[in-house]
């Protein structure tokens, strides 16, 4: 006599976690209220979260009634010397690294299954260092970071670790 046992799983390659019964987030427009402002910023980090989304998980990211929601805002975006070089005693210390550093606040409630993907509000902050004149590498850095605290952001929403 021979037995038969069948198995159910699903691997993600992702890591997520996202309960089988939501389908649909709404992922709502982050405003930039930091004291210093870059125009685009607001724009760039939303798409660069709903990209993160569509390409990590089933999700299809709707307006309006939803699954699940995310929200907040740009909190800060901050530049701050790292590293300092000596000069003459005539002259100011020159940076010779500079910080650009961004934090982003997020509230996110699912309204599916709470224990696979808890409910919560949390600020998020990411840096990356430069050097050389912040004009030509701005917006690159500012991608680099966008896809640092999105990263961070699936995780804490999606990824049961």
Request: with cysteine.
């Amino acid at each position: 006599m021979s037995a038969m046992v069948y198995s159910s799983c699903s691997i993600t390659l992702s890591g997520a976690s996202i309960p089988i019964d939501m389908k649909t987030i709404n992922v709502q427009y982050f405003e930039n209220t930091a004291p210093l402002v870059v125009n685009n910023l607001s724009l760039s980090f939303t798409e660069a979260l709903k990209d993160r989304i569509r390409s990590q998980s089933r999700l299809s990211i709707v307006r309006g009634e939803a699954d699940a929601t995310m929200e907040g805002a740009i909190t800060g975006f901050s530049y701050a010397p790292v590293s300092v070089q000596a000069t003459n005693n005539n002259t100011a210390p020159l940076a010779t690294a500079t910080r650009l550093t961004i934090t982003v606040n997020v509230k996110y409630v699912n309204y599916k299954d709470k224990k696979k993907s808890p409910d919560f509000e949390q600020s998020f902050s990411r840096y990356t260092d430069f050097t050389g004149d912040i004009n030509s590498q701005e917006q690159r850095l500012i991608q680099v970071i966008n896809q640092q605290l999105t990263e961070d952001i699936f995780n804490k929403a999606f990824a049961n670790w």
